[in-house]
């Protein structure tokens, strides 16, 4: 068994100091800048200044407790991103209560449920699609009082209902009569108290509420920003769900512990549209959009023409060497890099630029495992993105690359104050303050999550390599055991596959069987450039799937990925899947997980008729 501990270095703020403590500072100290950047008519960007963001966030807060919400209860949040989204958070917070964030991609079925576990008195929905997900089953959830809509789109003729301006103007009147009202909240709010309750976006089974306390988040915050130090002049771009811990982490409370900006996209689907103009400090992104970001590039520079082209073609292939030879800590050969370091001037600063990410300084890769060949290439044009690891009970992150030292196909040590076991069965455990006090009631998964000596079980796999930096093997629970016996983790196969810019999602499967298959789902957009480029223009996506020459393609994608694994970890069968796995279907999660059993389990015809054909040494 190993183990390796950071040593954790002098706080950055008082040791009772809490995410509120933060938050009113920010706003009595940087009143007239701006903190929240959002889209308005005709996508201009309307600005909140963190004086105005105070004032709201306290009438929020005064009109729950007007409401009757006291500290301890439980409020819910089921919206998109939006500068009300971490008003209601940080208003619930400032009474004491308890905020719980929805996915708003959950299905109504999925609301009631956190609604009803959770206990819920009190839930913000954006417009009228949300509410409708709320009221779908609202006789579930039976301690819900009240609803907040945030838009005004909606005939508020229920007395269950208000909206989000009059909950405002509950909040004034209050502070009218007694101004100190939030005030008093905040100051009894200490460390030990709940914070949040984090429902996993359930890749295995029903979701699980992490209780997360003010002393997880302000644990979290003080480790995290010993290796990343915030200024006020960090700007943040938000389009991952805030009910995710991670965008929360970092664009929420990440903007509160800055007391910098907050600029939240329209959606995922625009950030690359919204990057140039925020041109973020701080940038945090899942594999498959760094990935997008990637092909996207290189796709723009195969149409180049002429000098432009020759020039970016030249540029990216001196990257490449750039990168390998920054990986393996040797210096390019003067010549090559001067050649590279002239093209970087012209090519790379605008392509830079124009991405958005000239001013970025901090680069984030996580959630899931990023291939080390993105990582390679971002590096190669001067984008250094770090990978980090952690899970919604650690409230963040356990380990992280720090910037100027890291080790690509790793995730970094240990953040400060965090302690990281391998166990004999190279399970990850984890122990420190950042860690959860376990699942809201349910008591057996605690146990099962946190053992009697407080370390908690990751159900990751992983092992420290030289230099105590850890390293993602697999997945207990995704561990297939062949009929031969043969233990294989799914996630590397997984992981090379998808490399390709076709195949958006790869998964392996082969428990209890005598090899390996893969169902292959593939890229929407990449497909319609493909076909495109092929002649094929305008073929749906299913009849694409059985397209001979497509399937040539990927089998020689197959065909590389076998050449890299061992024999026994060979895809001996593939089918192209006649669509997109999507988070609508349940097959993804909010942060483009897969969800594995749910693929296996909608495509169980498919796999069986991949183990009825003859086993070969390599088909399609």
Same mark, same amino acid.
């Not at 159900?459 to 420290?464: A, K, N």
């Given at each position: ?65 007007? @409401? ?34 929805? /996915?708003? $991609? ?43 809509? @945030? ?102 409370? =990440? ?37 997008? @970001? ?22 990216? &292939?001196?990257? #490449? ?18 050649? /590279?370091?002239?093209?970087? &001037? ?21 959630? &899931? ?14 984008? #250094?993105?770090?990978?980090? *690891? ?48 376990? /699942? ?17 079980? $990751? ?75 092929? =002649? ?22 197959? #065909? ?49 008729? @991949? *183990? ?9």
């Amino acid at each position: 068994m190993t183990e390796t501990t950071a040593v954790n270095a002098s706080a950055q703020w008082g040791a009772k100091t809490t995410i509120l403590d933060l938050f009113s500072a920010r706003v009595a100290s940087r009143a007239e800048h701006v903190a929240l950047r959002t889209r308005g008519e005709r996508d201009a960007w309307i600005s909140t200044t963190w004086g105005a963001y105070g004032r709201i966030v306290d009438e929020v807060a005064a009109g729950l407790i007007a @409401m009757g919400i006291e500290p301890g209860d439980r409020v819910a949040i089921l919206s998109w991103n939006r500068a009300e989204w971490q008003s209601a958070d940080v208003g619930i917070l400032s009474t004491g209560a308890i905020s719980v964030p929805i /996915y708003p $991609t959950s299905a109504s079925v999925q609301v009631a449920y956190v609604l009803r576990h959770s206990g819920s008195r009190c839930c913000f929905v954006e417009n009228s699609e949300q509410l409708g997900r709320v009221l779908e089953h609202r006789e579930q959830a039976k301690a819900l009082e009240r609803i907040v809509v @945030m838009e005004g789109d909606v005939a508020l003729d229920n007395p269950e209902l208000l909206s989000f301006a009059h909950l405002c103007a509950l909040g004034a009147q209050l502070l009218e009569r007694d101004p100190d009202v939030v005030d008093r909240a905040r100051r009894a709010v200490v460390l030990d108290d709940v914070a949040t309750l984090v429902y996993t976006s359930g890749t295995t089974g029903p979701p699980k509420g992490a209780v997360i306390t003010h002393g997880n988040i302000m644990s979290m915050l003080r480790s995290v920003t010993e290796i990343v130090p915030l200024t006020p002049s960090d700007r943040f771009l938000s389009f991952l769900p805030l009910s995710h811990i991670t965008e929360r982490s970092v664009s929420h409370f =990440g903007l509160i512990a800055s007391g910098g900006e907050t600029w939240f996209a329209r959606s995922i689907s625009t950030v690359a549209a919204d990057l140039p103009q925020c041109r973020p400090t701080i940038f945090f992104a899942v594999p498959r959009l760094w990935e997008k @970001m990637r092909d996207g590039i290189q796709e723009h520079v195969a149409e180049l023409t002429g000098v432009r082209h020759s020039l970016a073609h030249r540029y990216l &292939a001196l990257a #490449a060497l750039r990168a390998r030879d920054l990986e393996q800590s040797r210096a390019m050969p003067l010549h090559l890099k001067a050649e /590279y370091v002239a093209l970087d &001037a012209i090519i790379g600063a605008r392509l830079r630029q124009e991405i958005g990410l000239d001013k970025a300084r901090i680069l984030v890769s996580g959630a &899931a495992p990023i291939h080390p060949d993105v990582l390679r290439w971002f590096n190669g044009v001067g984008l #250094a993105v770090a990978e980090g *690891y952690g899970q919604t009970e650690v409230a963040l992150a356990t380990s992280l690359n720090p910037p100027g030292g890291a080790r690509i196909g790793t995730v970094g040590p240990p953040i400060p104050g965090v302690s990281v076991r391998i166990a004999d069965d190279s399970e990850i455990l984890v122990k420190g303050d950042n860690v959860c006090r376990g /699942y809201w009631r349910d008591d057996d998964a605690t146990r099962a999550l946190i053992d009697e000596e407080g370390w908690l079980h $990751t159900g990751d796999l992983g092992t420290f390599d030289e230099r105590r930096y850890l390293r993602i093997t697999g997945r207990k629970k995704d561990l297939i055991i062949t009929a031969h016996g043969k233990n294989i983790s799914p996630q590397n196969i997984e992981t090379d596959l998808e490399t390709t810019p076709l195949i958006g999602q790869a998964v392996v499967v082969g428990d209890g069987r005598r090899y390996l298959t893969a169902l292959l789902a593939l890229d929407g957009e990449s497909v319609a450039q493909w076909a495109r480029d092929h =002649g094929k223009d305008g073929t749906g996506l299913e009849a694409l799937a059985g397209d001979a020459d497509l399937r040539a393609q990927v089998a020689d994608v197959v #065909a590389e990925v076998n050449a890299r694994h061992a024999r026994v970890e060979h895809i001996r069968h593939w089918r192209v899947l006649p669509r997109e796995l999507t988070i609508a279907e349940g097959e993804l999660t909010p942060t483009l997980k897969v969800k594995r059993a749910t693929v296996n389990e909608h495509f169980a015809g498919l796999i069986e008729d @991949m *183990y009825a054909e003859p086993s070969p040494a390599q088909s399609n």
